[in-house]
């Protein structure tokens, strides 16, 4: 049995916990760890939520933005009407061309960082704000990549993260494809717990926000094809995931959670 003696190394352990088993991967025809730029771009206007409104009380009028994994700059793009300027963070060159072409087409002057966070924090500049939205469920090393934001904000940071691991709707088909069983942890409440003990006065605020799938216009059969590959199974049996979706009908809100604390 494992033993986890803080919370820091719980969340690492469970993170790890939702690897592909070896004998799955190896029958992956290809890499199943995407995240297609098209999922995560600026499509029409961002939606408000808690969020965004935590992000855009504390931000002065014209006040700086850093959006740390800012993919194509959904996090930013909220902030438009407040914001100065913005620098995005990511770790793809793909998600920052994205990000960047979002920001001039709507006007908000803006920077990009190619690195990956905390490692290269030294290439971004402190900011009124620092946004970082859906990422942490992919950092092993939460307590150091929690105190860099930090230290990049003169008056807020505001984290956002489904309540659950991200890949958690896809537990159902890793068992009707694979027979496997996926883990349940860690979750947003594991994500304060390591805040906490490192020190950072982090507050969590839990709601519904929409479907993930409402966010970008992605037809049934490109979701069926992203979620094979994620699936390890080969092009032959997309039509079967593609059953698949149909059969489990419309997404439902997703208990999502805004982490945020002044710094
Ligand atoms: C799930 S997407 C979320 C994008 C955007 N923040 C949003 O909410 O739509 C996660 C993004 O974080 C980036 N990323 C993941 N880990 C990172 C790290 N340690 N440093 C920088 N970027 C990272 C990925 O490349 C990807 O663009």
Known sequence: MTTHSTAAQRWRDDLASWAIPPEILAAAPE???I???EMFAVVGDVPDSPSHAMAREALPEGGS???VGCGGGRASAALVARAGRTTGVDS???MLASFAEAMSALGLAHDEVLGRWPDDEAGAPVADVVVCH???YNVPDLPAFLRALSAHARRRVVCELPLLHPLSHMSPLWARFWDLERPTAPTADDCLAVALES???AQLDVWDDEPFEARS??????RAHHLRVRLCLPAEREPEVLAAL???GPARHRRTATLWWDV
Do not use: K
């Open 246 to 248: 149909v059969e489990q």
């Open 134 to 136: 859906h990422v942490v």
């Open 92 to 94: 793809s060159e793909r």
């Open 35 to 37: 995240h297609p730029v």
């Open 65 to 67: 933005v850093l959006d």
């Open 217 to 222: 216009p992605l037809t049934l059969e490109q």
């Open 199 to 201: 020190g950072i006065p």
């Open 31 to 33: 890499d199943p760890w």
